[in-house]
T-cell receptor, first 111, second 111 residues
Framework: GENVEQHPSTLSVQEGDSAVIKCTYSDSASNYFPWYKQELGKRPQLIID?????GEKKDQRIAVTLNKTAKHFSLHITETQPEDSAVYFC??????????FGAGTTVTVRA | NAGVTQTPKFQVLKTGQSMTLQCAQD?????MSWYRQDPGMGLRLIHY???????DQGEVPNGYNVSRSTTEDFPLRLLSAAPSQTSVYFCASRENTYEQYFGPGTRLTVT
């Protein structure tokens, strides 16, 4: 099955700086890569996703890049704000419709 | 739409007890899943269903049963609760597109 690794496990950034989270996947057939944000005590919520036929996608301060050859994808958050503090999960979905998640990155934005 | 709903929100069981975690969605989604979330381990797939009457095992199915008699409902049964099943459980659903919607979660403690 698919194996997703996520780094770093914790990330502390100064407000206004950028944050980058990286994930690798094992199944070259994976074709969908979502990112979820989970605030304390809440459910995971989709913040951005990318499909295998696209190399980069942006949504305001958030961007995701995908390198299919290297089997890795990254989340970039620019101009971080205190409300960006949360746990972020990457995931990959292969042809069997199962979504495999990384272990998560706890992001803390320091004021 | 209520989206994905789960009951109960919290539950405490004694070792050996059984119970059912309820999950329902009103979006007419074919695909439903159960995940458990443990610290530092991300979300792990327990069981999933691609439609009424069809279920399959995920990554960590042992100790859990599911059934899918209707499109709307996907209950998760713990047959004989063990302390290792202490976790937060999330139900999720999606149509045959990409975005997956999570329920609010059930926090289960087994003593």
């Amino acid at each position: 099955g698919e194996n997703v690794e996520q780094h770093p496990s914790t990330l502390s950034v100064q407000e206004g700086d950028s944050a980058v989270i990286k994930c690798t996947y094992s199944d070259s057939a994976s074709n969908y890569f979502p990112w979820y944000k989970q605030e304390l005590g809440k459910r995971p919520q989709l913040i951005i996703d990318i499909r295998s036929n696209v190399g980069e996608k942006k949504d305001q301060r958030i961007a995701v890049t995908l390198n299919k050859t290297a089997k890795h994808f990254s989340l970039h958050i620019t101009e971080t704000q205190p409300e960006d503090s949360a746990v972020y999960f990457c995931a990959a979905r292969s042809n069997d419709y199962k979504l495999s998640f990384g272990a998560g990155t706890t992001v803390t934005v320091r004021a | 739409n209520a989206g994905v709903t789960q009951t109960p929100k919290f539950q405490v069981l004694k070792t050996g007890q059984s119970m059912t975690l309820q999950c329902a969605q009103d979006m007419n989604h074919e695909y439903m899943s159960w995940y458990r979330q443990d610290p530092g381990m991300g979300l792990r797939l327990i069981h999933y269903s691609v439609g009424a009457g069809i279920t399959d095992q995920g990554e960590v199915p042992n100790g859990y049963n599911v059934s899918r008699s209707t499109t709307e409902d996907f209950p998760l049964r713990l047959l004989s609760a063990a302390p290792s099943q202490t976790s937060v459980y999330f139900c999720a659903s999606r149509e045959n597109t990409y975005e997956q919607y999570f329920g609010p979660g059930t926090r289960l403690t087994v003593t």
